[in-house]
């Protein structure tokens, strides 16, 4: 169904609902009229599952239609889910409301709007439209029509309130009731304190006088009491004052601070004012000194064109006085090659003949010749030796990367020792340091010394040793293993050996000590098992599967496997494959092997000592842990010693080298004298030649500078030329310059200016500066002595409330309790910002710690003078007239509340009757005119037994139907049951119009009534909800009389349902009416 909107003339009605699944349908929408919807079908097509679908769609419950408790029994059978959408019209937009129903869970989904929601928002969503489907005056399904003659008149006024009354009628109603209730409980309650309070009154009138001499005395103590508490109320009004005092002071130094700041302000503006007046003088100098370089740039390189012309004069001026210097220089050279030649021919005819030289100098060359022989062979015998060491070098590198490998792995073996064992690991560093202590070779713990061929194999192996053994340490004497365990026993913390228990057995030794330190030791057999060949051999196996005995899976030094193979015999235990465990029991009746493996699995095979039957037991291998790292120490040894032979072959080698490079050297030496002397000869014998050659050599040159000549004349002339052009050039650049000059000294000079304008500006703002230091200054000392004064208000500050916590625990007040009101004289102001109040009296006592005391002292005494009083008497006395107080008090209060309710009561009295009678008026006007208009008698009243008895207030219907009888009140027994249906008809009729829900619903009401009933209730329905400005109304029936008046404001749905029916997506009602036109207009033509 379809949603709805309130406006101001409740235009509230429902557009259209589709049911999916709710019981007799499918799937089926209906979208009903506005005003009068007359819903006609035959019995059991499903005329009231469409107020079902009303009632569940709008959040009704399922009792409310009289057929089932669960919403699931409302679910078409056979089907799982249901579904009811209703759309309501609203003027401001329509409101579609969606209930999916589960039959299994018997739980419903909600949506408002395709928008998922839950079932209290559809109810106030609901309540807000005055849609009541639980009130029988506006939704009367076809199982509550006989209810309706059977609600009292009570429950027909509360109903009729609900359906057409204003909103606030009912609230009124309810709140009557309730006053009158509450009116009632009060009087009985006043009634019963009232004679109570005269009892109370009369008994304590007997003990007033010994009351007023205990209160004598009270007073005295209580006098006491308040003086007690007076004085931590005038210890913590002395530090209070003095807080003021502090305060006051604080603020006045505060003020100060804030006016010290005050005055910082325009000092800081000004400085702001002439840092942007400094910093427009900088860019203006900035902008002078750009000028200035600008024009120094010109000056520079119009200097640097004279400098360069200057440099041409002085390049020509030099290239003359070169040419003179040249020309100087060839004459001088020439007079010296004479001389030299001259020289050099007086040598040449002193020197002597040197033909005698060149044996000698054959015989050197002999000499040399061999030397350098012996030379090469020697650096030969030195390379070859490098290479050999270089060898050497690489072969040592080589085999300790090897040995650095074999320890890494044996860390590797090592870390999982030390992890699972770490006693064991303990014992192991210990030995490899004190192997001199044992007079035979110590084995370290065996799975260590174990090294698997394969590692694939290491699960046989660990499976089949025991960890036990696995981590004993391996001897091959008694008396090398007895002083092993004795030193392990005292590796632990310096224990005395004395204190462990030794325990020898026959797979090992445990030591314990008090930290239960355990060291495993065994001895190998003095007669080697290592090499015992096994029973059967392994060819006649391998037809099996059986591919090793486990001995061969691995290598360890031939002690320990001498000890595994005695003790485990592992030379006699096969290594099989999956085929083995394929043909397992072949191979247990054939090999009567008593051990055995195969892939995954090991196998121990015995025969019964009584039935000699042969049994086996199998169990799957464990994953292998400690020997999968393959150490081979054999060939660790072996490359140590290899490495020590590397090491004595470079020992030897280095000492050849030296021989050799000592050889040499000495023949290096030899060589260098030989060449010596061979060359001193040689000089010798080429010395004439040279001479003569020399001689030549310059005669030459002579001639060659006697034919360079210079003419020195033109080139000066030709020189002096040139720099007097050039000079004139320079005289123009000058000229130039000079200009640039006076520009350039112009701009220095205002620049001057501007850096004279700043220095002045720059010194104005150092000033205030130093005037804004000094303020600054001034403010620090000014703010430290308000952190001082602030800290010592704070200190009092904790001092007063501590001191008003005492006085507050000395009056029994809490932290926020205030004091009760007698004994409030004054309400002093507390430093916290908070208010308390000290106890009664505490102005009129003493102000001063000794006056205090003073009067204790004598209140004291004054107090131990009165005796004899009972205390019981005086707080049976006290608690009595407190009870006679709070009953007073009880009682005034009663007796206020009870006329304010009386009050209540008759105003929302006069608000709710007053409208209710004009409202019953009305019903009655209507409801007497129906039953008129059926010459029958009918009215309406409303029913008071007593006026003040809300509860009890009811609408009465009364009729009669024939004339010779009077006026009856509507029941269940004394109308017949169409009589019942025309009065419910009728009423539910009167209340049409003044109705304010947007819809009615009324289903198959008109059954039982006669036909002329039935024709004039069905008139009176038809004018009455086809009103403008009526509500929406649903009338169901599953039959009609004929020539009913028709509206053309009635809406008429015709229910068909039956086997034999359309499909509903196939139903098209336009297509059915277009065709009908058809065959209407074709009637004619025919």
Same mark, same amino acid.
């Given at each position: 169904?379809?949603?709805?909107?309130?406006?101001?003339?409740?235009?509230?009605?429902?557009?259209?609902?589709?049911?999916?699944?709710?019981?007799?349908?499918?799937?089926?929408?209906?979208?009903?009229?506005?005003?009068?919807?007359?819903?006609?079908?035959?019995?059991?097509?499903?005329?009231?599952?469409?107020?079902?679908?009303?009632?569940?769609?709008?959040?009704?419950?399922?009792?409310?239609?009289?057929?089932?408790?669960?919403?699931?029994?409302?679910?078409?059978?056979?089907?799982?889910?249901?579904?009811?959408?209703?759309?309501?019209?609203?003027?401001?937009?329509?409101?579609?409301?969606?209930?999916?129903?589960?039959?299994?869970?018997?739980?419903?989904?909600?949506?408002?709007?395709?928008?998922?929601?839950?079932?209290?928002?559809?109810?106030?969503?609901?309540?807000?439209?005055?849609?009541?489907?639980?009130?029988?005056?506006?939704?009367?399904?076809?199982?509550?029509?006989?209810?309706?003659?059977?609600?009292?008149?009570?429950?027909?006024?509360?109903?009729?309130?609900?359906?057409?009354?204003?909103?606030?009628?009912?609230?009124?109603?309810?709140?009557?009731?309730?006053?009158?209730?509450?009116?009632?409980?009060?009087?009985?309650?006043?009634?019963?304190?009232?004679?109570?309070?005269?009892?109370?009154?009369?008994?304590?009138?007997?003990?007033?006088?010994?009351?007023?001499?205990?209160?004598?005395?009270?007073?005295?103590?209580?006098?006491?009491?308040?003086?007690?508490?007076?004085?931590?109320?005038?210890?913590?009004?002395?530090?209070?004052?003095?807080?003021?005092?502090?305060?006051?002071?604080?603020?006045?130094?505060?003020?100060?601070?804030?006016?010290?700041?005050?005055?910082?302000?325009?000092?800081?503006?000004?400085?702001?004012?002439?840092?942007?007046?400094?910093?427009?003088?900088?860019?203006?100098?900035?902008?002078?000194?750009?000028?200035?370089?600008?024009?120094?740039?010109?000056?520079?390189?119009?200097?640097?064109?004279?400098?360069?012309?200057?440099?041409?004069?002085?390049?020509?001026?030099?290239?003359?006085?070169?040419?003179?210097?040249?020309?100087?220089?060839?004459?001088?050279?020439?007079?010296?090659?004479?001389?030299?030649?001259?020289?050099?021919?007086?040598?040449?005819?002193?020197?002597?003949?040197?033909?005698?030289?060149?044996?000698?100098?054959?015989?050197?060359?002999?000499?040399?010749?061999?030397?350098?022989?012996?030379?090469?062979?020697?650096?030969?015998?030195?390379?070859?030796?490098?290479?050999?060491?270089?060898?050497?070098?690489?072969?040592?590198?080589?085999?300790?990367?090897?040995?650095?490998?074999?320890?890494?792995?044996?860390?590797?073996?090592?870390?999982?020792?030390?992890?699972?064992?770490?006693?064991?690991?303990?014992?192991?560093?210990?030995?490899?340091?004190?192997?001199?202590?044992?007079?035979?070779?110590?084995?370290?713990?065996?799975?260590?010394?174990?090294?698997?061929?394969?590692?694939?194999?290491?699960?046989?192996?660990?499976?089949?040793?025991?960890?036990?053994?696995?981590?004993?340490?391996?001897?091959?004497?008694?008396?090398?293993?007895?002083?092993?365990?004795?030193?392990?026993?005292?590796?632990?913390?310096?224990?005395?050996?004395?204190?462990?228990?030794?325990?020898?057995?026959?797979?090992?030794?445990?030591?314990?000590?008090?930290?239960?330190?355990?060291?495993?030791?065994?001895?190998?057999?003095?007669?080697?098992?290592?090499?015992?060949?096994?029973?059967?051999?392994?060819?006649?196996?391998?037809?099996?599967?059986?591919?090793?005995?486990?001995?061969?899976?691995?290598?360890?030094?031939?002690?320990?496997?001498?000890?595994?193979?005695?003790?485990?015999?592992?030379?006699?235990?096969?290594?099989?494959?999956?085929?083995?465990?394929?043909?397992?029991?072949?191979?247990?009746?054939?090999?009567?092997?008593?051990?055995?493996?195969?892939?995954?699995?090991?196998?121990?095979?015995?025969?019964?000592?009584?039935?000699? *039957?042969?049994? #086996?037991?199998?169990? +799957? &291998? %464990? =994953?292998?842990?400690?020997? @999968?790292?393959?150490?081979?120490? !054999?060939? $660790?040894?072996?490359?140590?010693?290899?490495?020590?032979?590397?090491?004595?072959?470079?020992?030897?080698?280095?000492?050849?080298?030296?021989?050799?490079?000592?050889?040499?050297?000495?023949?290096?030496?030899?060589?260098?004298?030989?060449?010596?002397?061979?060359?001193?000869?040689?000089?010798?014998?080429?010395?004439?030649?040279?001479?003569?050659? *020399?001689?030549? #050599?310059?005669?030459? +040159? &002579? %001639? =060659?500078?006697?034919?360079? @000549?210079?003419?020195?004349?033109? !080139?000066? $002339?030709?020189?002096?030329?040139?720099?007097?052009?050039?000079?004139?050039?320079?005289?123009?650049?000058?000229?130039?310059?000079?200009?640039?000059?006076?520009?350039?000294?112009?701009?220095?000079?205002?620049?001057?200016?501007?850096?004279?304008?700043?220095?002045?500006?720059?010194?104005?703002?150092?000033?205030?500066?130093?005037?804004?230091?000094?303020?600054?200054?001034?403010?620090?000392?000014?703010?430290?002595?308000?952190?001082?004064?602030?800290?010592?208000?704070?200190?009092?500050?904790?001092?007063?409330?501590?001191?008003?916590?005492?006085?507050?625990?000395?009056?029994?007040?809490?932290?926020?309790?205030?004091?009760?009101?007698?004994?409030?004289?004054?309400?002093?102001?507390?430093?916290?910002?908070?208010?308390?109040?000290?106890?009664?009296?505490?102005?009129?006592?003493?102000?001063?710690?000794?006056?205090?005391?003073?009067?204790?002292?004598?209140?004291?005494?004054?107090?131990?003078?009165?005796?004899?009083?009972?205390?019981?008497?005086?707080?049976?006395?006290?608690?009595?007239?407190?009870?006679?107080?709070?009953?007073?008090?009880?009682?005034?209060?009663?007796?206020?509340?009870?006329?304010?309710?009386?009050?209540?009561?008759?105003?929302?009295?006069?608000?709710?009757?007053?409208?209710?009678?004009?409202?019953?008026?009305?019903?009655?006007?209507?409801?007497?005119?129906?039953?008129?208009?059926?010459?029958?008698?009918?009215?309406?009243?409303?029913?008071?037994?007593?006026?003040?008895?809300?509860?009890?207030?009811?609408?009465?219907?009364?009729?009669?139907?024939?004339?010779?009888?009077?006026?009856?009140?509507?029941?269940?027994?004394?109308?017949?049951?169409?009589?019942?249906?025309?009065?419910?008809?009728?009423?539910?009729?009167?209340?049409?119009?003044?109705?304010?829900?947007?819809?009615?619903?009324?289903?198959?009401?008109?059954?039982?009534?006669?036909?002329?009933?039935?024709?004039?209730?069905?008139?009176?329905?038809?004018?009455?909800?086809?009103?403008?400005?009526?509500?929406?109304?649903?009338?169901?029936?599953?039959?009609?009389?004929?020539?009913?008046?028709?509206?053309?404001?009635?809406?008429?749905?015709?229910?068909?349902?039956?086997?034999?029916?359309?499909?509903?997506?196939?139903?098209?009602?336009?297509?059915?009416?277009?065709?009908?036109?058809?065959?209407?207009?074709?009637?004619?033509?025919?």
């Amino acid at each position: 169904m379809d949603g709805c909107d309130v406006t101001p003339d409740l235009h509230v009605y429902q557009h259209d609902w589709v049911i999916d699944g709710v019981l007799t349908y499918d799937i089926c929408e209906v979208c009903p009229g506005p005003h009068l919807n007359m819903i006609i079908g035959a019995n059991g097509t499903g005329k009231s599952s469409i107020v079902c679908a009303i009632c569940l769609g709008l959040a009704g419950k399922p009792a409310f239609m009289g057929r089932a408790d669960k919403v699931g029994f409302f679910v078409k059978r056979g089907c799982s889910k249901g579904m009811v959408e209703i759309e309501l019209f609203r003027s401001s937009g329509n409101l579609v409301i969606t209930r999916e129903i589960d039959v299994a869970k018997n739980q419903s989904f909600w949506f408002i709007n395709k928008k998922s929601t839950t079932q209290k928002v559809v109810e106030e969503q609901v309540a807000a439209l005055n849609i009541q489907v639980g009130n029988l005056c506006q939704f009367l399904p076809q199982d509550k029509v006989g209810e309706f003659a059977k609600l009292s008149k009570i429950e027909l006024l509360e109903a009729t309130e609900k359906s057409i009354g204003p909103p606030e009628m009912h609230r009124y109603h309810c709140e009557l009731k309730n006053f009158r209730e509450k009116e009632k409980q009060l009087e009985t309650s006043c009634k019963e304190k009232t004679e109570y309070l005269e009892k109370m009154v009369q008994r304590n009138e007997r003990y007033k006088q010994d009351v007023e001499r205990f209160y004598e005395r009270k007073r005295h103590l209580d006098l006491i009491e308040m003086l007690e508490a007076k004085r931590p109320w005038v210890e913590y009004e002395n530090v209070r004052q003095e807080y003021e005092e502090v305060k006051l002071a604080r603020d006045r130094v505060k003020d100060e601070v804030r006016k010290l700041k005050d005055g910082q302000i325009p000092i800081t503006r000004r400085i702001e004012e002439i840092e942007m007046q400094r910093h427009n003088l900088e860019a203006q100098i900035k902008a002078k000194a750009t000028d200035i370089k600008e024009t120094s740039q010109k000056c520079k390189q119009k200097q640097d064109v004279i400098e360069r012309k200057d440099k041409h004069i002085e390049e020509l001026q030099q290239a003359l006085t070169v040419k003179q210097n040249a020309e100087l220089d060839r004459q001088r050279r020439i007079s010296n090659t004479r001389k030299m030649i001259e020289d050099l021919q007086n040598e040449l005819r002193t020197t002597e003949n040197c033909v005698n030289l060149q044996p000698q100098i054959d015989d050197i060359t002999n000499d040399l010749r061999r030397v350098q022989d012996e030379k090469e062979s020697c650096e030969s015998e030195i390379i070859d030796k490098l290479k050999e060491r270089e060898t050497l070098e690489k072969e040592k590198k080589s085999v300790n990367d090897q040995i650095v490998q074999f320890d890494n792995l044996m860390n590797q073996k090592e870390d999982k020792l030390r992890q699972r064992y770490r006693d064991t690991y303990d014992a192991v560093l210990w030995l490899r340091n004190n192997k001199d202590k044992f007079k035979q070779r110590v084995y370290e713990p065996i799975m260590l010394m174990i090294n698997m061929k394969d590692n694939k194999n290491a699960k046989y192996v660990e499976n089949h040793i025991p960890p036990n053994d696995l981590r004993a340490f391996v001897f091959e004497s008694q008396e090398d293993m007895e002083v092993f365990l004795k030193e392990a026993i005292s590796l632990k913390q310096g224990q005395d050996p004395k204190s462990a228990q030794v325990g020898l057995y026959l797979s090992g030794t445990q030591v314990r000590d008090n930290k239960k330190l355990r060291v495993n030791a065994v001895i190998a057999p003095r007669s080697s098992y290592a090499d015992r060949a096994p029973s059967r051999s392994l060819n006649e196996l391998k037809q099996y599967g059986f591919f090793s005995y486990l001995r061969e899976l691995f290598d360890a030094p031939a002690p320990v496997m001498s000890y595994l193979c005695s003790q485990y015999h592992i030379h006699e235990v096969p290594v099989g494959t999956e085929r083995t465990r394929e043909r397992i029991e072949r191979v247990i009746q054939e090999t009567r092997l008593k051990q055995m493996y195969t892939a995954e699995e090991k196998y121990v095979v015995k025969t019964s000592f009584y039935s000699n *039957k042969v049994i #086996s037991s199998n169990t +799957s &291998l %464990k =994953v292998a842990q400690f020997l @999968t790292v393959t150490v081979d120490l !054999e060939q $660790r040894r072996h490359l140590e010693e290899h490495l020590k032979e590397i090491n004595r072959k470079l020992q030897a080698v280095e000492s050849g080298l030296i021989a050799l490079r000592e050889k040499n050297k000495h023949l290096e030496h030899k060589d260098n004298e030989l060449r010596q002397r061979k060359k001193e000869l040689l000089e010798r014998k080429n010395k004439k030649r040279q001479l003569e050659q *020399k001689i030549s #050599s310059k005669l030459g +040159s &002579l %001639k =060659v500078m006697e034919q360079d @000549t210079c003419n020195l004349e033109e !080139e000066e $002339r030709k020189a002096n030329t040139k720099i007097k052009e050039i000079n004139v050039q320079k005289a123009k650049l000058v000229t130039e310059l000079t200009n640039l000059i006076k520009i350039c000294t112009s701009l220095h000079i205002q620049k001057v200016d501007l850096i004279l304008q700043n220095t002045t500006v720059t010194s104005e703002k150092n000033k205030l500066e130093s005037d804004y230091m000094a303020a600054s200054s001034q403010l620090r000392v000014k703010e430290q002595h308000f952190i001082e004064l602030d800290e010592n208000r704070q200190r009092l500050l904790q001092k007063c409330k501590e001191l008003m916590r005492r006085a507050r625990q000395v009056c029994n007040l809490g932290a926020e309790q205030t004091v009760p009101q007698e004994y409030q004289t004054q309400v002093p102001n507390i430093p916290n910002g908070h208010n308390s109040s000290p106890p009664m009296a505490f102005q009129d006592l003493p102000n001063t710690l000794d006056e205090i005391d003073a009067l204790l002292t004598e209140e004291r005494s004054r107090a131990s003078c009165f005796t004899g009083l009972n205390p019981t008497v005086v707080e049976e006395y006290t608690k009595r007239e407190e009870e006679i107080e709070q009953l007073t008090e009880e009682l005034k209060i009663k007796k206020v509340e009870l006329d304010k309710y009386r009050e209540s009561i008759s105003q929302v009295k006069e608000r709710w009757l007053n409208p209710l009678k004009e409202l019953v008026e009305k019903i009655n006007e209507k409801f007497s005119n129906f039953f008129s208009s059926m010459q029958c008698a009918g009215e309406v009243d409303l029913h008071i037994e007593n006026e003040e008895d809300y509860d009890k207030y009811g609408i009465r219907i009364r009729v009669k139907f024939r004339s010779s009888t009077q006026l009856h009140e509507l029941t269940p027994h004394h109308q017949s049951g169409g009589e019942r249906s025309v009065s419910t008809m009728l009423y539910l009729m009167a209340l049409q119009e003044l109705n304010r829900c947007p819809f009615r619903v009324v289903d198959e009401i008109n059954q039982g009534m006669d036909p002329i009933n039935e024709r004039r209730v069905f008139e009176m329905v038809v004018n009455t909800a086809c009103k403008e400005n009526t509500s929406q109304y649903f009338f169901i029936t599953p039959k009609l009389l004929q020539n009913l008046p028709y509206s053309e404001k009635m809406t008429v749905l015709f229910v068909y349902n039956g086997p034999h029916m359309l499909e509903p997506n196939r139903w098209n009602l336009k297509a059915f009416q277009r065709r009908r036109r058809r065959i209407t207009f074709t009637q004619p033509s025919q």
